[in-house]
């Protein structure tokens, strides 16, 4: 069965760095594009990064351009989101997905996307 496990949330100080994880389980992850979302209280979820199967193509939402960085390991399965320069209006909770297609384009809309991660809490507070 299909599975994406996030981990690597917790609670820093503005300026800090999280790395992000996003494990997949049940399938080779390399064949599919996987976005990151965040979903912050009383808010939309929305897209913050995405990246292609090949890892070529990536994209992020432009409050997080330059601090951000996606990535993808092959061999581990996983696909990562090094966060960086974290301020307080990034705190949310941070979930990992992917369509049921290969191949599929990048998206920043979470409607395009079939299987979820339970998600993981990114708290940015002093």
């Known amino acids: 069965q299909l599975q994406l496990v996030e981990s690597g949330g917790g609670l820093v100080q503005p300026g800090g760095s999280l790395r992000l994880s996003c494990a997949a389980s049940?399938?080779?992850?390399?064949?599919?594009?996987i976005g990151w979302f965040r979903q912050a209280p009383g808010k939309e979820r929305e897209g913050v990064s995405c990246?292609?199967?090949?890892?070529?193509?990536?994209n992020y939402l432009d409050s997080v351009k330059g601090r951000f960085t996606i990535s993808r390991d092959g061999a581990k399965n996983t696909v990562y989101l090094e966060m960086n320069s974290l301020k307080p209006e990034d705190t949310a909770v941070y979930y990992c997905?992917?369509?049921?297609?290969?191949?599929?384009?990048?998206?920043?809309?979470?409607?395009?996307?079939?299987?979820w991660g339970q998600g993981t809490q990114v708290t940015v507070s002093s």
């Open positions: 049940g399938f080779a992850l390399r064949y599919y594009t």
């Open positions: 990246i292609s199967t090949s890892g070529v193509i990536t």
């Open positions: 997905a992917t369509h049921r297609k290969t191949y599929y384009a990048c998206s920043g809309r979470p409607l395009d996307y079939d299987y």
